[in-house]
Structures are given as structure tokens and as C-alpha cells.
């Protein structure tokens, strides 16, 4: 899928790609990457620096639905040294102008698909912006439904997934122990494991994931 997707916006002046969820404030990137067609120097440098954190195309892309180009992001975004190292080192790996198209997604809060290229400006036009959208909401389409057959085969351990249905409820680490007879300690062993498998820093978070892909069900 990767490699048919790149061949063919390469034609209109692509040479790299990402499919993600958007990480809050505080998630880590790496484990809501769903296609990784990034340069492989840049995307462990991006990931291991954090950069999601400081990047203003990342940042943007949280409160906006429509796709932009890179060079669209309000300059806000970039006032910062950090934000401009991001666009420097990015453009080193040959991601020098880009596009975005946000998507909404079964599995994640918000998602993206990045495209890059080598080159300083790119510019297409509104019928070749309509065929990036349509390539883009096809192959998020197709991913995400092969990554809820994986899920099927990968669901939370009937534990697991019943303490995270009353944590979803509302109800505290003591008060679940209670209802179950367990101890705290362990219901929060179960919801640090929960944390863990969705890739994700906060229980809530892991609720909303869950209750998406229809793992628990309030």
C-alpha cells in the first residue's frame, strides 16, 4: 500500500508520506503512526526529540479540519526557535515543503496525512489538491479497517477492559477495587498496563480509544 500510494504522488511532486494520529500534549507520537513513509533518520530524530511537542505544522494541524499547505501555517507557530530548528532539520532529509490533510479517524482523537517534498515551493492545482484529498481519505480508509481486524486479535485482557469500563464511569482506583475486590495497587497496575497498550499518558485518553474502537462499551 505504501509503496503504490508514494509512486503515485510522486507524480504530483511527493516523495515522502505519513499517516498518524495527532498526539495531545504529552502522548507520544511513535505508537499512533499508522503508515510510515518518512525518511528513517528524520522520523527517529523527530520521535526521540519530541518535536511533535514544538512543530508548528503538528500544532496547527490539532485545531484545523481543513488540508494546507506547510508555508499556510500562521506564522505564530514558528516564532519560536525550537519551531524553526523543526523546518531547518526537516528540510536536511529533503521534506522542504509539504501538505496536510487532517482526517477524522476511528482510532484516534484527530489524524493526519503529511505529504513531503524536496522541493522549496510547491504548488498544485485545485484539481490535483482534490486527488491528494481523495487518495488520502482512501488509504486512511483502508488502514484503519485492516487495524481493526489487528485489534480484534489484540483486545485488553477481560480484567483490563473491565477496569477501564468503571474508570470510564467515572469511578475512582479505590472504588473499582471495591466493586471488584481488588486491591487499589492493583486496579492501578491494570489501568498503568491499559496506558501502555493504547500508547497513550492518561487514562482518559485510553477511555476515548477504547470506546472507539468499540473495545469497551458504556
Excluded at 504522488?9 to 515522502?16: D, I, T
Excluded at 505508537?31 to 513513509?37: A, C, I, R, S, T
Excluded at 501538505?99 to 517534498?117: D, K
Aim: charged share 25%.
Amino acid at each position: 500500500m505504501l509503496a503504490d500510494l508514494t509512486q503515485n504522488v510522486r507524480k504530483l511532486g511527493f516523495e515522502h508520506l505519513i499517516f498518524s494520529g495527532i498526539p495531545l500534549p504529552g502522548d507520544a507520537l511513535e505508537p499512533l503512526v499508522e503508515l510510515n513513509g518518512w525518511p528513517q533518520g528524520w522520523f527517529e530524530r523527530y520521535v526521540g526529540g519530541n518535536y511533535a511537542e514544538i512543530d508548528g505544522v503538528c500544532r496547527y494541524s490539532r485545531e484545523t479540519e481543513r488540508p494546507f499547505f506547510w508555508n499556510e501555517v500562521p506564522e505564530p507557530y514558528y516564532r519560536t526557535a525550537q519551531a524553526s530548528r523543526v523546518v531547518n532539520e526537516a528540510a536536511d532529509f529533503g521534506l522542504r515543503s509539504g501538505y496536510i490533510v487532517p482526517a477524522y479517524s476511528r482510532r484516534h482523537w484527530h489524524a493526519l496525512m503529511s505529504f513531503a517534498s524536496p522541493e522549496k515551493t510547491l504548488a498544485l492545482s485545485k484539481r490535483e489538491r482534490i486527488a491528494v484529498n481523495l487518495m488520502a481519505m482512501v488509504t486512511i480508509s483502508s488502514v484503519e479497517a485492516l487495524r481493526s481486524e489487528e485489534d480484534r486479535d489484540r483486545l485488553l485482557s477481560p480484567r483490563e477492559r473491565e477496569v477501564l469500563l468503571w474508570a470510564a464511569m467515572g469511578k475512582t482506583a479505590d472504588e473499582i477495587g471495591d466493586i471488584l475486590t481488588i486491591s487499589t495497587a492493583t486496579v492501578r497496575k491494570h489501568l498503568q498496563n491499559v496506558r501502555e497498550a493504547y500508547g497513550v499518558s492518561s487514562t482518559l485518553a485510553a477511555v476515548a480509544l477504547a470506546l472507539q474502537r468499540r473495545h469497551i462499551m458504556l
